[in-house]
């Protein structure tokens, strides 16, 4: 299979190690494949939508979820290097406010599943990094929420000293008590 699956701390979120084969040309690696994503995780979805962003050191993008049509997000790193949260916002669950933080860069070239229903949210803590994921559900700003990322009823142990640099939106989120989330 192209891809080792590991779980994390949160059933749901899983890290995925794409099989890269290398030489002294460079690397080649199949970054997604529909069939062999639902075989190794079990899961049958389909992304619709694909996004790039780049950032630099100190960036903070999130947390960030939509109340309806929520998206599963499978994400990597192109380039750099990024710290990258999934936070549970499902009432029901038993893992609800809890979080999972992975490294993703362009050295591992992993990959983090985040399902519906989770916050999501990343740290670049190299000089830049591209950032690319697909969505299970279209962008719907209307619906958009953001996590604060520092509410301390979360607890994010995010690696950086100081404050981070934020979008407006994201600095003006809502805490864990205050916020929209899930049945």
Not at 44 to 49: A, I, L, M, T
Not at 52 to 74: A, N, T
Not at 102 to 116: D, T
Request: with cysteine; aromatic share 12%; hydrophobic share 40%.
């Amino acid at each position: 299979m192209p891809y080792t699956v590991i779980p994390t701390a949160l059933p749901e979120v899983l890290i995925l190690e794409p099989k890269v084969f290398g030489d002294a040309r460079g690397f080649f690696f199949e970054s997604f494949n529909a069939r062999d994503f639902a075989q190794c995780t079990g899961l049958d979805v389909s992304f619709v939508q694909d996004n790039h962003s780049k950032s630099g050191k100190g960036v903070l993008r999130g947390l960030h979820y939509q109340i309806e049509h929520p998206q599963g997000k499978l994400v990597r790193v192109t380039q750099g290097a990024v710290f990258d949260v999934a936070v549970d916002l499902r009432r029901s669950s038993p893992n609800f406010g809890k979080w999972e933080g992975v490294l993703l860069s362009e050295n591992n070239k992993r990959q983090l599943w985040i399902p519906p229903g989770f916050a999501h949210g990343f740290l670049v803590t190299s000089d830049s990094a591209e950032f690319l994921y697909k969505t299970t559900d279209y962008w719907h700003p209307e619906h958009e929420r953001s996590l604060l990322w520092n509410d301390p009823a979360v607890g994010i142990e995010w690696p950086i000293q100081g404050e981070p640099l934020l979008a407006a939106k994201d600095s003006a989120a809502a805490t864990l008590e205050l916020t929209e989330v899930f049945a």
